[in-house]
T-cell receptor, first 116, second 118 residues
Framework: DAGVIQSPRHEVTEMGQEVTLRCKPISGHDYLFWYRQTMMRGLELLIYFNNNVPIDDSGMPEDRFSAKMPNASFSTLKIQPSEPRDSAVYFC??????????????FGPGTRLTVL | AQKVTQAQTEISVVEKEDVTLDCVYETRDTTYYLFWYKQPPSGELVFLIRRNSFDEQNEISGRYSWNFQKSTSSFNFTITASQVVDSAVYFCALSEAGRWGGSEKLVFGKGTKLTVNP
């Protein structure tokens, strides 16, 4: 079975450019999470969706960041305009709710973003 | 607010040594969930274990074992007879009960980098 798919795997852009990260969750999963990993701040939850609806976006750093989930098999995280401090690894994860909540989150391989 | 502390930033051991990674958590909820994830040098995050707050039984899986103690708010992870392939960053994470009482979003500790030398 295919796991969580993220694209691109690496992105290098210049400050001020728009960046779009993409994620395809595991088929059938009803939760999708976006995380950011940096040396300084570690792994931070940015936003998560349940059944394509954003549930908690309190981790989104500022208005330059936006995320959408137009359908159950696709999500995007957009940064516009990008800044050097946005350089990080961005992970997407998906999960399936059970009677006991989420048993685990399945992480994608991450997108390494470098903003020059 | 929930918080996870992994006080050990880096640990270095020699192969075959036992090593324990510490995790201390803070939460006001009585229902919560604890996790460990592994991040090898290749960068992906690999799930290791999930425990809920009602189950304090220790768990053993091969060379891995976990000690959950609510009295000290700790969920420590021990690798017995460590191997070079165990070299990775290990993250402890906490999830408070979500909208329907189950686990939802995770709060991660800063991670412990384990290096196992041959």
């Amino acid at each position: 079975d295919a796991g969580v798919i993220q694209s691109p795997r690496h992105e290098v852009t210049e400050m001020g450019q728009e960046v779009t990260l993409r994620c395809k969750p595991i088929s059938g999963h009803d939760y999708l999470f976006w995380y950011r990993q940096t040396m300084m701040r570690g792994l931070e939850l940015l936003i998560y969706f349940n059944n394509n609806v954003p549930i908690d976006d309190s981790g989104m750093p500022e208005d330059r960041f936006s995320a959408k989930m137009p359908n159950a098999s696709f999500s995007t995280l957009k940064i516009q305009p990008s800044e050097p401090r946005d350089s990080a690894v961005y992970f997407c994860a998906s999960s399936l709710a059970t009677s006991g909540g989420l048993t685990r989150q399945y992480f994608g391989p991450g997108t390494r973003l470098t903003v020059l | 607010a929930q918080k996870v502390t992994q006080a050990q930033t880096e640990i270095s051991v020699v192969e075959k040594e036992d090593v324990t990674l510490d995790c201390v958590y803070e939460t006001r909820d009585t229902t919560y969930y604890l996790f460990w994830y592994k991040q090898p040098p290749s960068g992906e995050l690999v799930f290791l274990i999930r425990r809920n707050s009602f189950d304090e039984q220790n768990e053993i899986s091969g060379r891995y074992s976990w000690n959950f103690q609510k009295s000290t708010s700790s969920f420590n992870f021990t690798i017995t007879a460590s191997q070079v392939v165990d070299s990775a960053v290990y993250f402890c994470a906490l999830s408070e009960a979500g909208r329907w009482g189950g686990s939802e979003k995770l709060v991660f500790g800063k991670g412990t980098k384990l290096t196992v030398n041959p």
